[in-house]
C-alpha cells in the first residue's frame, strides 16, 4: 500500500483555496467582514495563547459544527462573513478550508503562515 503524502494534499488544497496574509485577514476580522476561525487543539491554545475574538473550533469537530443538518451545528459559524481558518501553520486550515469548500461554502480562506505567522507579526496573543 502506497500512502499520499500529506504535503501533496496540502498543497493541492492551497491551490484551490484563498490564502490571506496576516495583515489582511486582521483587517478584515477588525472591519466585521470576517470570523476567524482557530482549529488548533484546545492543548495548542493553551500553551501558545489565542488570538482574540477568534472562534476556537477544533478542527475534529469543524464540519460537523459548520454542517446545520449536524446535531453538533453551530449557528456562530452560520455567517456571510468570510470564515478565515487558521492553525499553528496552515497546513491543517488548508486542508481544512478545501474540506469546507467541499461542502459548498465559497467564503472561506485560510491565514498564510498560521498562528505562528501571526505571532511573527506582532498580532495580537490573549494567554
Same mark, same amino acid.
Given at each position: 500500500?502506497?500512502?499520499?503524502? $500529506? @504535503? ?7 491551490? /484551490? ?7 489582511? !485577514? #486582521? !483587517?478584515?476580522?477588525? /472591519? &466585521?467582514?470576517?470570523? *476567524?476561525? +482557530?482549529? /488548533?487543539?484546545?492543548?495548542? *491554545? +493553551? #500553551?501558545? @495563547? #489565542?488570538?482574540? &475574538? !477568534?472562534?476556537?473550533?477544533?478542527? @475534529?469537530? *469543524?464540519? %460537523?459544527?459548520? +454542517? ?11 455567517? +456571510?462573513?468570510?470564515? $478565515?481558518? %487558521?492553525?499553528?501553520?496552515?497546513? #491543517? ?6 474540506? *469546507?469548500?467541499?461542502? &459548498?461554502?465559497?467564503?472561506? !480562506?485560510?491565514?498564510?503562515?498560521? %498562528?505562528?505567522?501571526? $505571532?511573527?507579526? &506582532? @498580532?495580537? $496573543?490573549?494567554?
Amino acid at each position: 500500500m502506497s500512502i499520499r503524502p $500529506v @504535503g501533496e494534499m496540502v498543497d493541492e488544497a492551497k491551490a /484551490r483555496i484563498r490564502t490571506l496574509p496576516v495583515s489582511e !485577514a #486582521r !483587517a478584515m476580522a477588525e /472591519r &466585521g467582514e470576517a470570523l *476567524l476561525v +482557530d482549529i /488548533r487543539d484546545i492543548r495548542e *491554545l +493553551d #500553551r501558545a @495563547g #489565542r488570538i482574540p &475574538g !477568534a472562534l476556537h473550533a477544533p478542527r @475534529g469537530m *469543524l464540519e %460537523f459544527w459548520v +454542517d446545520p443538518q449536524s446535531p453538533y451545528h453551530k449557528k456562530a459559524l452560520a455567517t +456571510d462573513k468570510t470564515l $478565515v481558518l %487558521f492553525c499553528a501553520s496552515a497546513w #491543517r486550515s488548508a486542508l481544512a478550508a478545501k474540506t *469546507l469548500q467541499e461542502m &459548498g461554502l465559497d467564503n472561506v !480562506a485560510e491565514i498564510e503562515g498560521g %498562528f505562528s505567522q501571526w $505571532v511573527a507579526e &506582532g @498580532g495580537p $496573543v490573549e494567554r
